[in-house]
Nanobody
Framework: QVRVVESGGGLVQAGGSLRLSCTASGNMYRINTMGWYRQAPGKQRESVATITSGGSTNYADSVKGRFTISRDNAKNTVYLQMNSLKPEDTAVYYC????????????WGQGTQVTVSS
């Protein structure tokens, strides 16, 4: 069974930093694109950053220059380094991975809360 699990959320003051991690595990043939998404209260889930298996990245305009996505393919893990955090970054952050497995598809983690205080 394929699982995707995030870690690293928490409470931080504005201007601070956090690093999120997400690891996929289980019987998998390949992981294609991995990404981070977030959902603030009362808002729709939005894409924050994505990274392909080859390392190509894409960022939301709101986080460019502050967040960095990276991945370790050997560990089936994707990271999100978040610097210069703002109160508007407060949200539940979800990891998603496009996985080729017995049941292929996009697998989501359970989410991790990030709260930025002003």
């Amino acid at each position: 069974q394929v699982r995707v699990v995030e870690s690293g959320g928490g409470l931080v003051q504005a201007g601070g930093s956090l690093r999120l991690s997400c690891t996929a595990s289980g019987n998998m043939y390949r992981i294609n694109t991995m990404g981070w998404y977030r959902q603030a209260p009362g808002k729709q889930r939005e894409s924050v950053a994505t990274i392909t298996s080859g390392g190509s990245t894409n960022y939301a305009d709101s986080v460019k220059g502050r967040f960095t996505i990276s991945r370790d393919n050997a560990k089936n893990t994707v990271y999100l380094q978040m610097n210069s955090l703002k109160p508007e970054d407060t949200a539940v952050y979800y990891c998603a991975a496009e996985i080729v497995a017995g049941t292929s598809g996009v697998y989501w983690g359970q989410g991790t809360q990030v709260t930025v205080s002003s």
